[in-house]
T-cell receptor
């Protein structure tokens, strides 16, 4: 079983739709969680850190479920510019072991 | 955007030749990382550094070496390039578990 798993997609959604991504991780000692977005042929960019209480940044909401070992990202009112690959990242805080999921590709269609 | 540059941005080299990739930061972050990204594998850690002259291996370190003689520079060396090392290489920096990535180096080994 891979350490971090994501549905690869692609998710094709119309503008204005709400879309949710899930990510599961296998290491129960994991302490830090992040969502990154990566545009085609570009570097990953930090979208948001994920806190135990859940957090929101504009149209984006991230949640963490430690008991079930999954992280979610919700995007409301999708924009064309949201089209990208979304990477789930987990760190165990005992070193610098960042484990990346394979990413979920999102295409927002006009 | 975080001040991270990578050089070269593109390189084509022949099997068996040595190659050095450079990562330079202006943020004075303690941690620096080298990843490779390949289709179907996502981002995988090659080596990382937690200070000047302090480095450690990552998941896919075979065939690679690194050096960090100054806080701002982290070098990745392929002693004898192989075709399996054709990839996109990303450098990242971090201070508080949030990573920031450089623009990447696209390396082709023929």
């Amino acid at each position: 079983r891979k350490e971090v798993e994501q549905d690869p997609g692609p998710f094709n959604v119309p503008e204005g739709a709400t879309v949710a991504f899930n990510c599961t991780y296998s290491n129960s000692a994991s302490q830090s969680f992040f969502w990154y977005r990566q545009d085609c042929r570009k570097e990953p960019k930090l979208l948001m850190s994920v806190y135990s209480s859940g957090n929101e940044d504009g149209r984006f909401t991230a949640q963490l479920n430690r008991a079930s070992q999954y992280i979610s990202l919700l995007i409301r009112d999708s924009k064309l510019s949201d089209s990208a690959t979304y990477l789930c990242v987990v760190n165990d805080n005992y070193g610098q072991n960042f484990v990346f999921g394979p990413g979920t590709r999102l295409s927002v269609l006009p | 955007d975080a001040g991270i540059t990578q050089s070269p941005r593109h390189k084509v080299t022949e099997t068996g030749t040595p190659v050095t990739l450079r990562c330079h930061q202006t943020e004075n972050h303690r941690y620096m990382y080298w990843y490779r990204q390949d289709p179907g594998h996502g981002l995988r850690l090659i080596h990382y550094s937690y200070g000047v002259k302090d480095t450690d291996k990552g998941e896919v370190s075979d065939g690679y070496s690194v050096s960090r003689s100054k806080t701002e520079d982290f070098l990745l060396t392929l002693e004898s390039a192989t075709s399996s090392q054709t990839s996109v290489y990303f450098c990242a920096i971090s201070e508080n578990y949030e990573q920031y990535f450089g623009p990447g180096t696209r390396l082709t080994v023929t």
